[in-house]
């Protein structure tokens, strides 16, 4: 029984920084695959940012602006997002595969368990 929660979100102007976190329970895969992914209406999710042990990866949109971490001791991640731009607007999800034998990447095509969300507006 995985249950994931975001929080975090918000507004904020364009240049500035927030915080997102994931508090996750019922996660047995210690030290596994966590994911952020990113929706706008009309458009498909993509993938933000993802964590294996100490191995991170980003989509090529938020390379040298998100860093994604994590705090074991908490079962709680991050995603810290830094110069942030009008185009980042959408809902953020974390997200963990449900299946060991599925690859830990930014694919949508994987399984997962999902968060519920959290909104971040940025402004111009």
């Known amino acids: 029984q995985v249950q994931l929660v975001e929080s975090g979100g918000g507004l904020v102007q364009a240049g500035g920084s927030l915080r997102l976190s994931c508090a996750a329970s019922g996660y047995t895969d210690s030290f596994g695959c966590m994911v952020w992914f990113r929706q706008v209406p009309g458009k498909d999710r993509e993938g933000v940012a993802r964590?294996?042990?100490?191995?991170?990866l980003y989509g090529d949109s938020v390379k040298g602006r998100f860093t994604i971490s994590q705090d074991n001791a908490k079962n709680t991640w991050y995603l810290q997002m830094n110069a942030l731009k009008p185009e980042d607007t959408a809902t953020y999800y974390c997200a963990t595969r449900r299946s060991i034998y599925e690859s830990c990447s930014l694919s949508t095509a994987n399984s997962y368990y999902w968060g519920q969300g959290t909104q971040v507006t940025v402004s111009s």
């Open positions: 964590i294996f042990r100490t191995s991170t």
